[in-house]
T-cell receptor, first 115, second 113 residues
Framework: NAGVTQTPKFQVLKTGQSMTLQCAQD?????MYWYRQDPGMGLRLIYY???????DKGEVPNGYNVSRLNKREFSLRLESAAPSQTSVYFC??????????????FGPGTRLLVL | GQQVMQIPQYQHVQEGEDFTTYCNSS?????IQWYKQRPGGHPVFLIQ?????EVKKQKRLTFQFGEAKKNSSLHITATQTTDVGTYFC?????????????FGKGTLLTVNP
């Protein structure tokens, strides 16, 4: 049981480049999340998916798109990266569809630097 | 929108001293969760509190949820070097479709051996 996995672990982009962050979970969870973590800012929700085929905006969705490819996978895409998107990105999952009432299991994170 | 404030931002203690972090919400919460993140790691769930006035203990850690369900605290007795990390609270609003967790900014605990 790998839990929540994320790829890549590290990435350096130039301003304007695009990339997709991948996330997968093997716990048969319904809900998946993308957060960003910046120094002194805590964790901020970017997007959330309660089930395959559904996504919902979080606190900071601008500049990002997501795809819930199937129950296991939830990807985050930066279409045109900006230096303000330099951050650590965490993917998380939880068992049911009631996001705030359940334990969230986090992946190891992707450290992104946009130059 | 819902805000969750957490204090202090940093706390440095000598090993064996106690530590407390506080979490305050601008609105009434349905429930609150606590997570720990070791340096360079990812957040790991510690506990969830749901009931008004609830107190839960995990060994040296004591978690409380306020009577009005707008504040919470985490107290560590006799800190150890293994307690080092950032402790986050995360609250869920009590109304309508506000089902998402809002995280506090966290308290970074360092312990001097």
């Amino acid at each position: 049981n790998a839990g929540v996995t994320q790829t890549p672990k590290f990435q350096v982009l130039k301003t304007g480049q695009s990339m997709t962050l991948q996330c997968a979970q093997d716990m048969n969870h319904n809900s998946m999340y993308w957060y960003r973590q910046d120094p002194g800012m805590g964790l901020r929700l970017i997007y959330y998916s309660a089930s395959e085929g559904t996504t919902d905006k979080g606190e900071v969705p601008n500049g990002y798109n997501v795809s819930r490819l199937n129950k296991r996978e939830f990807s985050l895409r930066l279409e045109s990266a900006a230096p303000s998107q330099t951050s650590v990105y965490f993917c998380a999952s939880s068992e049911g569809r009631w996001a705030g009432r359940e334990t969230q299991y986090f992946g190891p994170g992707t450290r992104l630097l946009v130059l | 929108g819902q805000q969750v404030m957490q204090i202090p931002q940093y706390q440095h203690v000598q090993e064996g001293e106690d530590f407390t972090t506080y979490c305050n919400s601008s609105t009434t919460l349905s429930n609150i969760q606590w997570y720990k993140q070791r340096p360079g790691g990812h957040p790991v769930f510690l506990i969830q509190l749901v009931k008004s006035g609830e107190v839960k203990k995990q060994k040296r850690l004591t978690f409380q949820f306020g009577e009005a369900k707008k504040n919470s605290s985490l107290h560590i007795t006799a800190t150890q070097t293994t307690d080092v990390g950032t402790y986050f609270c995360a609250g869920r609003g009590s109304g309508g479709s506000n089902y998402k967790l809002t995280f506090g900014k966290g308290t970074l605990l360092t312990v001097n051996p």
